[in-house]
């Protein structure tokens, strides 16, 4: 019997277990993760969500207290401070967030060995979705920012815990931070076929980030959903306040810098966000949060949101291009955007002077 037929097996008895044996199965539409769903379609009418994570899929995850050497030679997982798609770290973080306020699915059976587990169907109530058809997106974007809002409310722990299930909450630190940004000089010279970067460039590089990453570390306080953007929300308008909001893919949460969830909502790779909707969004949480320097915010958005463009081009989509996923080459101007209106920022004249310098126009693409 081959890997895919015991793991078919163990579905299915996983499945049976908890009551879903004869459930109609819909496969659902999957991104660039390991994982994979389905929709459950119960006699009854009623429908699950069941997430299928195999767990030889991934490479390591980083324990707590492991050093950067033996992280970076464990591989990304470990070193960028990634779930792995732990179905432990789905179930104590919903959990968490569901214990808040917030309106993360309810896990309705798990497995953590076999990497399986049946959700809540929270719908298909997608803010990428409802904005394309029509929604107007000011008022699903200011119950996002008022979601964060919530989230930085409370201190997090440093361990998460839920139905027998524990998860660190680490760190997003600084070599968490570098691994993913130095991902753009692996994958954008071999996608956009210019010649690798020198030793030079390499070692101004370093030097150029170097303070941005120490920034982000140092702020790094407040519990973060990590991938937090209008794919990955949910308008549940029949709830309440923050949980009209619906969260998805928040298994790689981590404790880190205030703005690093507002630079994936309002530069959202995969849709337009204004600058006026941007401006407009930080206005609004900035007010909410009066305890912030709103001037070293600003310094800080700009520079982690430059790193996360930076990080975006190269792991996710310069990558899965050249893995030939070439539909991920549709996002890239517009990420290529975002990125250069944050190096328009004063702060940020070194790291602008390095892109003009080392990736020409006709590369950004």
């Not at 917030?102 to 990497?115: M, Q, T, V």
């Not at 928040?250 to 309002?266: E, G, N």
Request: with cysteine.
């Amino acid at each position: 019997m081959g890997l895919n037929s015991d793991r078919d097996g163990r579905k299915a008895e996983f499945l049976k277990a908890a009551g879903l044996a004869d459930a109609r199965r819909e496969l659902l539409a999957g991104d660039a993760s390991t994982r994979a769903y389905e929709r459950l379609h119960r006699a009854d009418g009623s429908t699950v969500i069941f997430m299928d994570q195999p767990p030889a899929a991934e490479s390591a995850v980083c324990p707590p207290g492991a050093s950067e050497a033996e992280r970076l030679a464990m591989g990304y997982n470990a070193a960028a401070r990634l779930a792995a798609g732990s179905v432990a770290a789905f179930v104590t973080t919903a959990a968490w967030l569901r214990d808040h306020g917030l309106s993360a699915p309810k896990i309705l059976a798990h497995d953590i060995d076999a990497g399986l587990a049946v959700l809540e169907d929270l719908g298909d109530g997608l803010f990428a979705t409802l904005i394309a058809d029509g929604e107007a997106e000011t008022p699903l974007y200011e119950a996002a920012v008022d979601v964060q809002v919530q989230l930085q409310e409370t201190t997090p722990p440093d361990v998460l815990t839920a139905d027998g299930a524990s998860w660190p909450l680490l760190s997003y630190d600084a070599l968490a931070l570098k691994v993913g940004t130095d991902t753009f000089l692996e994958w954008w010279p071999q996608f956009a076929q210019i010649a690798a970067f020198s030793p030079d460039a390499l070692a101004e590089w370093d030097a150029l980030w170097t303070p941005v990453f120490a920034r982000g570390a140092a702020g790094a306080s407040v519990f973060t959903h990590r991938d937090f953007h209008a794919q990955n929300l949910l308008w549940l308008p029949q709830r309440a306040s923050v949980a009209r909001v619906g969260l998805l893919d928040f298994q790689d949460a981590l404790r880190a810098h205030p703005a690093w969830d507002l630079t994936h909502l309002l530069q959202d790779a995969r849709r337009d966000v204004s600058p006026e909707l941007e401006a407009a969004m930080l206005d609004r949480f900035l007010a909410a949060r009066p305890a912030l320097d709103r001037e070293a915010f600003i310094h800080d958005y700009r520079a982690l949101a430059a790193s996360n463009a930076a990080r975006i081009l190269g792991r996710v989509f310069a990558r899965q291009a050249l893995l030939g996923r070439r539909q991920y080459e549709a996002f890239m101007p517009r990420t290529w955007r975002y990125l250069e209106r944050n190096l328009t920022d004063p702060s940020m004249a070194g790291l602008k002077t390095w892109f003009d310098r080392h990736v020409p126009v006709e590369a950004r693409r």
